[in-house]
């Protein structure tokens, strides 16, 4: 077998993990920092494939570890939202064929609307959960992963952050690839079919099975203890917190976890029994902490200031010595900002001066709030753009109802506004109401991705092109027009005008491509 | 080796081959042998705002961030982006800028491959290995420019 080293982002690392161990299928919606694996994986060859959103991508990856393959589903932690109602049953009914969901977190929310710590997913679920701290870890898990999967007939948790999906260290890439294998398709009624009869068993059986499974990670690697026998410190971590840990107390007994449900409680108390004291340091909840010491094990919890945002090695020294003076704030560097050229610019233009109330949603043109268009009142997930507008129309006085407009791009629409259009026609407000869809043809904001709408697949290749201004007709929508805002601006503005003061439903499809999308597909074509 | 790590931090907006170029000194230090670290942030960064990566090499490194007042280099595409990365650069920390290349070439898009040449006049890794590593990374059709262009500014003026 021959080992070779290069340098991976933790995201390539997961990806060539599940390459080199047969993975059968990948699916996944984009979201940073998750954004990478699939592509890549790709790259390498494997089927992988972007779904509508999370929860058709996890309902997939469920058919694939049913039908014997082994699958993994990649999304940020906001995308697990989406797709928690198949998770939850998931852990019931457990899997045949390996399979991998991948949350990647992000604390300190460098690209995300809040920084929820999916390791309570984990808890909450009763999942498997694994936190590489590294793209050898990321590598050397992602394998691991799909064995304990079909070991133990679970599916596992891949929590990543980050700084470990976006940071490049040196992997060794020692396993060689095997081809994807199939185990013979088994009809598996008591397990897979979750009515209640069935249900009361499997929720025994997955509590059973993690018992086993803790049992099993007393003694498994990848949980490793370095440092000195006894110390006057010890400290538990887990993920890309262990990387600031070992460097800021080079001295300390270091318990680094690998899987972090269930835990190895007993080999948890054997290390706290070495030390004087013992801490434990980690990113986002006091989850481990709290775990521990629900377990009967004293260990401190890091103080309630270092909840927020991601740790680094300067932080940690300060969460270890209980030092809760505030960090000096950075220096504001130069805000994110729509592109020159971008297609949502003119539309926020003239949704300013025409005085909207905006209703807005989650891809690059959440930056309409930004000045100079200062164009968005509102946003909190993917799709809720329309659900909060038609929230707005039935409550709002009459004069405001009227100015209510939503905006959603063509990828987000797809995701999870489809619905909304229903709502829409099925409970019309007094006033009616407008929605946007900014159609620039492409995922922008992670990066250029292919969705239903482009007509390709995530590898280019064609397939069918969803048609929006069909589908938002055939919902039922009373006008649904298409233009492009910046080339036909004035029209654009007496049309948005007209719609407003009228009491119908109505949709605008603003399509013009974005100037990124266009270089990408010039350069794909010299290819 | 030393158990001291070099800390490199590249600093600019998005579209200056910041990424290429902290990618390319972290490719070239793991090629010297270094275990080597790279960390730098996505996603709405790409939207012409201010981004930064952090290369980190030497015998053994941790953390892919680089601790506040330990950056060794600062290698900054944009002039106003050095006062933002000032608190994590050490006392004495060499600075690379625009204003210290031509015109021509700090106007190029070449500007990020010029920095690392200069960067490498103390770095002093073999310039063969950063042409092989430029000639891998490029097009036939600009390599060759960029490999100028990293020769002319890693030779040190007369």
């Known amino acids: 077998m021959s080992a070779e080293k290069i340098i991976l982002s933790g995201d390539e690392a997961v990806a060539r993990g599940v390459f080199a161990a047969g993975v059968r299928l990948g699916t996944g919606y984009p979201g940073t920092p998750s954004t990478e694996i699939l592509e890549h994986l790709s790259e390498l060859g494997s089927k992988a494939q972007w779904a509508p959103n999370e929860k058709v991508a996890m309902e997939v990856a469920i058919g694939v570890a049913f039908g014997g393959g082994r699958a993994i589903v990649t999304m940020k932690h ?90 490049r260290s040196i992997v060794n890439l020692w396993k060689t690839p095997e081809a994807p294998q199939v185990k013979p398709y088994r009809k598996n009624v008591a397990e897979h079919v979750m009515v209640p009869a069935n249900a009361k068993k499997a929720h025994v059986r997955l509590m059973n099975m993690l018992a086993d499974l803790q049992k099993w990670n007393e003694t498994s690697d990848l949980n490793v203890i370095s440092g000195p026998e006894k110390a006057e410190l010890g400290i538990i971590c887990s993920g890309a917190a262990y990387q600031h840990v070992a460097e800021a107390a080079p001295k300390a007994r270091i318990l680094k976890l690998g899987m972090t449900l269930p835990l190895p409680c007993s080999k948890i108390y054997q290390f706290t029994q070495g030390n004087k004291r013992t801490i434990v340091v980690e990113e986002g909840e006091k989850y481990l902490a709290e775990k521990i010491r629900a377990a009967g094990i004293e260990v401190e919890a890091k103080r309630d200031i270092f909840l927020y945002g991601e740790l680094n090695v300067a932080k940690v020294k300060k969460l270890i010595a209980n030092d809760e003076t505030p960090d000096a704030p950075p220096k504001p560097g130069r805000p994110p900002q729509l592109c020159p050229g971008c297609p949502h610019r003119k539309v926020f233009e003239s949704l300013r001066d025409l005085g909207c109330i905006v209703s807005g949603d989650i891809g690059c043109y959440t930056l309409g709030v930004m000045p100079p268009f200062n164009a968005i009142d509102c946003s909190t997930c993917m799709g809720a753009s329309i659900g909060m507008g038609l929230g707005l129309r039935h409550t709002l006085a009459e004069a405001e109802a009227r100015k209510v407009v939503s905006v959603i791009g063509d990828s987000t629409f797809v995701h999870s506004g489809i619905t909304g259009i229903v709502e829409m026609v099925y409970n019309r407000p007094a006033t009616g109401h407008l929605v946007l869809i900014l159609d620039n043809t492409t995922t922008a904001m992670t990066g250029l991705q292919e969705n239903p709408a482009t007509g390709r697949h995530l590898n280019m290749t064609p397939t069918h092109q969803l048609k929006l201004e069909e589908l938002c007709a055939a919902i039922g929508a009373d006008h649904v027009d298409v233009i492009d805002p910046t080339l036909h601006n004035p029209e654009f503005r007496a049309l948005v005008q007209e719609r407003l003061a009228s009491n119908d439903v109505s949709v605008i499809v603003c399509r013009r491509p974005c100037i990124l999308q266009m270089k990408k597909l010039a350069k794909y074509a010299k290819k | ?131 092989d590593l430029i000639r891998q990374s490029f097009k036939a059709e600009i390599a060759e420019s960029n490999i100028a262009v990293f020769r002319a500014a890693a030779e040190k003026e007369a």
């Open chain 2, 1 to 131: 080796m030393d158990d001291k790590v070099t800390n490199v931090l590249f600093a600019g907006i998005g579209g200056q081959g910041i990424i290429k170029a902290s990618d390319l000194l972290t490719e070239a230090a793991f090629r010297m042998g270094f275990d080597v670290k790279k960390s730098e942030l996505h996603g709405m960064s790409q939207r012409g705002g201010s981004v930064s990566s952090d290369v980190r090499f030497g015998k053994k490194v941790f953390s892919p961030m680089i601790p506040r007042g330990e950056a060794d280099y600062l290698v900054a595409v944009t002039e106003d982006q050095i006062e933002v990365c000032e608190e994590y650069l050490k006392p004495g920390a060499v600075i690379i800028r625009p204003s210290d290349f031509s015109e021509d070439v700090a106007n190029s898009k070449m500007l990020n491959i010029a920095m690392l040449g200069r960067l490498n006049r103390y770095l002093k890794f073999p310039e063969d290995l950063w042409v």
């Open chain 1, 78 to 167: 906001v995308g697990l939202n989406v797709a928690a109602d198949p998770l939850f049953t998931l852990a019931y009914t457990g899997v045949e064929g390996g399979m991998i969901i991948v949350s990647a977190d992000d604390p300190g929310m460098a690209s995300s609307q809040n920084e929820q710590d999916n390791r309570l997913y984990g808890e909450a679920a009763h999942l498997p959960i694994m936190e590489p701290s590294d793209s050898q870890e990321a590598y050397d898990f992602a394998i691991k992963a799909f064995e304990i999967s079909e070991k133990f007939h679970t599916p596992v948790l891949f929590r990543m952050t980050t700084r470990v999906c976006h940071a």
